[in-house]
Nanobody, 128 residues
Framework: QLQLVESGGGLVQPGGSLRLSCAASGFTLDYYVIGWFRQAPGKEREGVSC????????NYADSVKGRFTVSRDNAKSTVYLQMNSLKPEDTGVYSCAALADSFASCARIYDLYEYEDWGQGTQVTVSS
């Protein structure tokens, strides 16, 4: 079974940056679309980004476009989420999820129920 472990969260001031990592084990990541999601206290989980299995296509929620960048290194079985110009409203638990579909295009950020494997999440807090 594919296992995902997120890391890189923490406390950062508004305007700061963090880079999250999603490390996979159990299976090669080569055939998986990876989505990043976040959940703020009292709110529903929302999709943040999507990256295709090859890394050739990405998609982002409007709220993070131009500030967040998703990338992947399949040789290291790791996906990254670079978050810049962070805002207090970016606060939440960030999770990565895997969808076993090497043909998926990330033309949209897939719904959370479409993903099959999830990490435990990492806390991101943006506050002064």
């Amino acid at each position: 079974q594919l296992q995902l472990v997120e890391s890189g969260g923490g406390l950062v001031q508004p305007g700061g940056s963090l880079r999250l990592s999603c490390a996979a084990s159990g299976f090669t990541l080569d055939y998986y679309v990876i989505g990043w999601f976040r959940q703020a206290p009292g709110k529903e989980r929302e999709g943040v980004s999507c990256i295709t299995s090859s890394g050739g296509r990405t998609n982002y929620a409007d709220s993070v476009k131009g500030r967040f960048t998703v990338s992947r290194d399949n040789a290291k079985s790791t996906v990254y989420l670079q978050m810049n110009s962070l805002k207090p409203e970016d606060t939440g638990v960030y999770s990565c999820a895997a969808l076993a579909d090497s043909f998926a295009s990330c033309a949209r950020i897939y719904d959370l129920y479409e993903y099959e494997d999830w990490g435990q999440g990492t806390q991101v807090t943006v506050s002064s």
